[in-house]
């Protein structure tokens, strides 16, 4: 009987080989199109920036090599320095308040709300281009004509600048992106939660534990990959924030919302040092991937207590 299986065994291997094979052929076969995407649109273009930035490229005469002096000379750049600054203090109004509404939203949703349709509506604004988003709230938050100070107004408050003043410019700014971003995060955390077991709320509702206590103590740990994920492609989308600043206030007022992308803009398009622009984004593109690290090592992102 051993020496039937053993035989029946061996006489699969060969057709199990070729399925597989035909498998992995079939999987690169789909990857092929976006795989090509990445090196032309992506790839390629990094490593030309790369070259650019050893470079004093300004397309209106032969680019020469300079090895790091762009390097050195942003180190001694205080309107580069001040960019990062600004574009950090973006990141710290943006993340934090985003992400504590993406969970409270996939919370009620996952709690109250059960129907397709209104999930939907959460993808709604994420759905709508940046820039038709950044003009629809720059006539919104008009200082003149715009219905938020309309309302203001209405109750007895004063008018506000919001985009045209220093202090509320980025404020404004974030929340513009948490708006537009909001419901997409929440539809990754919700689908987080769903992929707990119901067993384990069932246990604690045995145990007499609260809401808030399940809540701390089975929800947010099981769902720490995709926090993890949540947030490494919201710093990282925060700290590349460029369409709302460009459509509304072009860095200003006073600088302050000059962002790093908002300088590397000015420098390559404006002032046409594509050299010293690409050194910018070669800082930024190894600042990102430095951070988006040490947030995948301290959430530690490739574990999962659903084991």
Known sequence: MSTTIHANLRAKK???KEWRRRETLAAWLFMLPALL?????????AVRGLYLSLTDSNLLSEANYIGFENYRELLRDDDFGQSLWVTLYYVLLNIPLQT????LMALVFDRFIHGIGWRSLLLLPWLMPNVVVALLFLWILDPGV?????MLEAVGLPSQSFLGSPQQAMPSIAGINIWRHVGYTALLILAGMQRIPQDLYDAGALDGASEARMFRDITLPLLRPVLAF?????????????DAIAVTTQGGPAEATRVVYWFVYQ?????????YAS??????FLILVTVSLIQMRLLKANESDLG
């Open 14 to 16: 060969p057709f199990l």
């Open 37 to 45: 995407g990445l090196i032309v649109f992506f790839a390629i273009p």
């Open 100 to 103: 504590v509404l993406a969970l």
């Open 146 to 150: 715009g219905i938020v100070n309309e």
């Open 230 to 242: 949540v947030l490494v492609v919201s710093v990282v989308g925060s700290f590349q924030v460029f």
């Open 267 to 275: 420098h390559a398009f404006e002032r046409f040092n594509f050299g």
């Open 279 to 284: 050194a910018a984004s070669m800082v930024l």
